[in-house]
């Protein structure tokens, strides 16, 4: 198969473009909810390390190695292994990376589609004047009613895919060009209403001072498993924008910008939610229901305060949107490198996830209770195990296959950072984020 023709149509529209994909669930409703259970601030810090250390070469590596394939992740593997005289079997690589965005975008769209149920409860002004107990009561019926949660998670599907079926000039562009700004401006609103709250002064506390007597092997892992989603690397979803990198653009600079914004927008997310939580004296040890049942209960009892959920779900969509568009990306493009009109690459892969996504629906229902792996339903495996296992091992390989496996000058140019910038990052990748990657993995597995 050829190379892709397709390009993002500017230098600002590549760094949209990732930037939406790593901005996602992982910012607004894992980042806070991960921080609560793992003692604040230690968390954050421990997550910034790593974004640092390790998420920002990976996530170079991958999408150099897209640039430099020019097709879909699968296929530019094959090439590049192929043009370096190495084992065919790196396109395998491609292949873990499909099975790992797939079941993360079954759990994407399932998630994602609450916040379509949570926008619509809001503008209703179904919130207001219910108490704490009502509100966590409308949630866990939510939970309960697979034919609601199969709704939102159809419709979810049905925004992602009629995106993606356009392709990238077209479609991704268009949406990521109108999304990113008016995501941050939805931010900042959101934060300085947070700046009016009690719970302020607590929420930065929360989150800046460390309390060291919190630090764990678990945290560390969390913390790990954390960067990598959070920032989109690991899966190969980076890879496949990676091909329609325009030429001459700065990879590591491009790159240094998303990370900055995805650890802000997180940051920011952070400090509302927080401020809210301490405000009505909640637990921030909650766990993944945070953001979905605390929020609520809180709004409820401010003033304007539908407008203010309404507003954060509306968020909270537009930026899981650009997010799961990047994750269905590889596979149809590697359904399209295999001969697959786009639409039909779209559409299939469109069955499949939503198929799988019924499973984790079904299991707040009728298969909560089902054991698929240590005591884990399909939901609680698919939250966990894609991420805080296939991702950093996709992450490692990807980091080797650019730092040892690729020929010196097709890296070199892929780059685009002057030969200097290529040796730091290349000996950032083999003595530094290699071998930390590597040491964490296999500590946490034993
Ligand atoms: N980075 C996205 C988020 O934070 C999730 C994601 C993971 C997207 C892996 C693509 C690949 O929500
Ligand atoms: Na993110």
Redesign the pocket.
């Known amino acids: 198969m050829t190379e892709t023709l397709e390009r993002w149509s500017s230098r600002r529209a590549f760094i949209l473009a990732v930037t939406g994909a ?3 669930l ?2 607004i409703w894992r980042f806070p909810y991960m921080t609560g259970e793992n003692g604040g601030a230690v968390f954050l810090l421990l997550y910034v390390a790593f974004v640092v250390s390790l998420g920002l070469p990976v996530m170079m590596a991958e999408i150099m190695i897209g640039r430099a394939g020019r097709r879909s992740p699968m296929q530019s593997l094959a090439y590049l292994a192929h043009q370096a005289e190495a084992s065919p079997h790196w396109r395998w690589l491609g292949v873990f990376g499909g099975v790992t965005v797939f079941f993360i975008l079954s759990f994407y769209s399932v998630v994602s589609g609450w916040s379509i149920e949570f926008l619509i409860e809001a503008v209703n002004g179904d919130f207001v004047g219910l108490g704490p107990a009502e509100i966590g009561a409308n949630f866990d019926a939510f939970l309960a009613d697979p034919l609601r949660m199969t709704f939102n998670h159809t419709l979810f599907l049905l925004l992602t895919m009629s995106v993606v079926a356009a392709g990238v000039a077209g479609g991704l562009e268009k949406l990521n060009n109108l999304m990113m700004p008016l995501l941050y401006v939805l931010l900042v609103v959101l934060v300085i209403y947070a700046a009016s709250t009690d719970g302020f002064g607590q929420a930065l506390t929360w989150l800046l001072r460390p309390d060291l007597s919190a630090l764990s092997v678990g945290v560390v892992l969390n913390a790990l498993g954390h960067a990598f989603f ?3 690397v690991g899966a190969c979803a980076l890879m496949a924008y990676g091909a329609y990198m325009p030429d001459h653009q700065s990879l590591p600079r491009a790159v240094g910008a998303v990370a900055v914004l ?1 650890v802000a927008v997180a940051l920011l997310a952070g400090v509302a939610i927080f401020s809210v939580v301490f405000s009505q004296g909640m637990d921030p040890g909650e766990g993944p229901g945070l953001m979905f049942v605390t929020l609520p209960i809180a709004f409820a009892e401010l003033p304007w305060g539908s407008l203010w959920l309404g507003i954060f779900f509306l968020l909270l969509l537009l930026a899981t949107w650009t997010s799961s568009i990047n994750l269905a990306e590889p596979m149809v493009a590697t359904l399209q490198g295999m001969g697959l009109r786009r639409s039909r690459a779209t559409a299939l892969v469109a069955v499949a996830v939503w198929l799988a996504g019924l499973l984790s629906v079904l299991s707040f229902s009728t298969m909560a209770e089902v054991d698929w792996l240590a005591g884990m339903n399909f939901f609680e495996l698919v939250t966990t195990v894609p991420t805080d296992v296939f991702l950093p091992i996709g992450g490692l390989l990807i980091a080797i296959f650019a730092a040892w496996v690729m020929p010196r000058s097709t890296a070199l140019r892929a780059l685009d950072a002057g030969p200097n910038g290529f040796r730091v990052w290349q000996a950032l990748l083999r003595y530094v984020s290699i071998p930390l990657t590597l040491i964490v993995l296999l500590s946490g597995l034993i």
Request: charged share 10%; aromatic share 0%; hydrophobic share 45%.
């Open positions: 790593a901005v996602g992982g910012n959070t920032l989109a995805d």
